[in-house]
Every structure is written in structure tokens, then in C-alpha cells.
């Protein structure tokens, strides 16, 4: 009888023990993994940030740029991460240097994207449709560079996976660039201004994915007399993403001399800057299908401080 009882207490204690381990286990499942939770692309990638300076000659055109990209370290001319990365063209806006954009263009980087900003065309009296030719330079001459035995960034470019953006000035010559060069993807533009030739036109005849990205408070490239018109041209697939109380400055990383004022913050526009584009620019790209939410999805239509037209 006790020999009996002994085993039963025994049994009841291994039994005990065996629901105490598997329910952490259980709960663990329910909690999902890093794997399984959607990406936040307003906030850095997983690459340390690198940049060279280079001289682009190609297709005619010869110009200074910088380029931002995906390193095994951060820092000047370190080597590129491994992989096959996505590549960017990145026109600035009128009168404005390239490092009025270096918090957006590094976040480009630490998500993957290989970035070229043209210094060119910086004057009073810039060329529109020359600084789309320099936008078009930039991708050829990554895609040279990816082919090219010994230079830096040999085989580390996706050459299907090529897209062009800018700012105000640099928006409209990325959507004439588009217009002209069948490599280009996908587009994503903030502030885009209208150009000569015309941006509104150029819109209309292009068929890849475009974005059109802009301020509420924008009294310089204000979205009713350019992004609207330019969305409006353009056939599907195409969004407008308005930034309540975004201001056409608030696009870059300091103000200067005639520039405006929203009603919120230069951080708050560039997170959502941040978020916005890189999302469209990886999904569109196919390099990240997973953000299909965040870019046609409930996630976009109900962003906070957003306002989303699309046409899928």
C-alpha cells in the first residue's frame, strides 16, 4: 500500500513538473517573432551607413556626387555590404546642396538602397531636363559599376531594381528622367515641382509605380498647382501622400534663405518621410513584398497626420 501511494505522489510530482516547463514554451508561441512583426521603415536599417565621393561620367554627362550605401562598416569608402542592392538616383532642389538631405539619403542606406545625389546643377539658373539627364547618367553609371571588374560597387548592384526621386526642383526632374529612361522602376518624389519641360506631362505618359509626396503647408511647390496636378496625370499605379502641417522645407534637414514654415516639426515630417518612401521604394522595387500594407493597405490609408489618394 505505501509502495502504492509513493508511486502516485511520484506521478503527480512528474506531471506537475512537466506543466510548469511546457507552459513558458506554450506562451512563447502566442508572442509573435521578429520575423513575423511588419517592418517599421521610418526607423534605420539593419546596414551600417557608408559613403564615397565620385566623379560620374556616363552616357555624355560628367558631375560630381556622393553616394550613400549599405557597408560591412559605417564611415568614408568602406566596402560595400554583401548582396545585391536596389540603386537610387536623388535630385536636390533648387539651390540646394546634397547635404541638405543626408538624414534621408543614410536612411536610404542603412534599408539597402545604393543612393547617387548629383551635385550638379546647383546654380541660379539651372536646367531641368539636364539635370534628368544626370539623374539617368547616375543609374548607368552604377550599372557600369556593377559590371566593372575592381570597382567598388562590382556585383553589388541589383541593375533590375533602379528607381529615381528628388526634391521640389529634383522631384520634377526625377519624373522627366523616368519619362526617359526604361531602367527606372519606380519613382517617389517629395515636393515635386512643375519643370520645364513639364513634369504635369511627364507624368501622365509614365507606367511604373510613382509617388507623389507633399506638404500641407508647402508655400513654395504647394501640392493644389503641382503634386495634385502631377497625380492626377498619372495613370495607376500611383498614390499622393499628403503630410498635414508639412512644410517644402521641412523635406531637408535645415532652412535657409526663403524658405517656409508648417505647423509641425522637421523630425516629425522626415519620420514620416522616412516611413512613407522607403516602404513605396522597397515594395515597388520587389525588394520587400511584405510592406504591401504599408504602401496600398489599411497601414497607409490610416496613417496618422497623413493624407492618402491612391490610385493602385
Not at 508511486?7 to 512563447?28: D, N
Not at 508561441?29 to 534605420?44: F, K
Not at 545585391?84 to 546634397?98: D, E, M, R, T, V
Not at 551635385?119 to 539636364?130: D, E, I, N, V, Y
Amino acid at each position: 500500500m505505501l509502495r502504492n501511494t509513493l508511486r502516485s505522489i511520484a506521478a503527480m510530482l512528474l506531471l506537475a513538473a512537466a506543466a510548469f516547463t511546457l507552459a513558458p514554451a506554450a506562451h512563447a508561441t502566442q508572442r509573435p517573432t521578429a520575423s513575423a512583426q511588419a517592418a517599421d521603415p521610418s526607423s534605420p536599417g539593419a546596414y551600417a551607413v557608408a559613403y564615397t565621393d565620385v566623379t560620374v561620367s556616363a552616357s555624355g554627362r560628367s558631375y560630381n556626387a556622393r553616394v550613400w550605401y549599405p557597408g560591412t562598416t559605417g564611415g568614408a569608402n568602406a566596402p560595400v555590404a554583401a548582396g545585391s542592392h536596389p540603386g537610387l538616383a536623388f535630385g536636390h532642389g533648387f539651390f540646394q546642396g546634397i547635404t541638405q538631405y543626408e538624414s534621408l539619403l543614410k536612411h536610404y542606406a542603412s534599408w539597402g538602397i545604393i543612393t547617387v545625389a548629383p551635385k550638379s546643377q546647383g546654380g541660379l539658373f539651372p536646367s531641368h531636363s539636364a539635370f534628368a539627364d544626370d539623374l539617368n547618367a547616375a543609374l548607368t553609371w552604377l550599372t557600369t559599376q556593377n559590371s566593372t571588374t575592381g570597382a567598388r560597387f562590382e556585383g553589388a548592384v541589383n541593375t533590375g531594381q533602379l528607381a529615381v526621386s528628388g526634391h521640389s526642383m529634383g522631384g520634377g526632374a526625377a519624373l522627366l528622367a523616368a519619362s526617359r529612361n526604361r531602367a527606372v522602376k519606380s519613382v517617389s518624389t517629395l515636393a515635386a515641382a512643375e519643370t520645364n519641360p513639364s513634369a504635369i506631362t511627364a507624368s501622365g505618359a509614365l507606367k511604373v509605380p510613382v509617388q507623389y509626396v507633399g506638404g500641407s503647408s508647402d508655400t513654395i511647390a504647394g501640392v493644389a498647382a503641382n503634386q495634385q496636378k502631377m497625380y492626377d496625370a498619372k495613370p495607376s499605379a500611383t498614390q499622393l501622400r499628403v503630410i498635414t502641417g508639412g512644410f517644402h522645407c521641412g523635406f531637408e534637414d535645415s532652412s535657409g534663405i526663403g524658405c517656409d514654415s508648417g505647423t509641425i516639426t522637421r523630425a516629425t515630417q522626415l519620420k514620416l518621410t522616412y516611413g512613407i518612401t522607403t516602404a513605396w521604394l522597397l515594395y515597388t522595387l520587389g525588394v520587400d513584398s511584405s510592406l504591401y500594407d504599408q504602401v496600398w493597405g489599411s497601414a497607409a490609408q490610416n496613417l496618422s497626420g497623413v493624407v492618402y489618394s491612391a490610385k493602385p
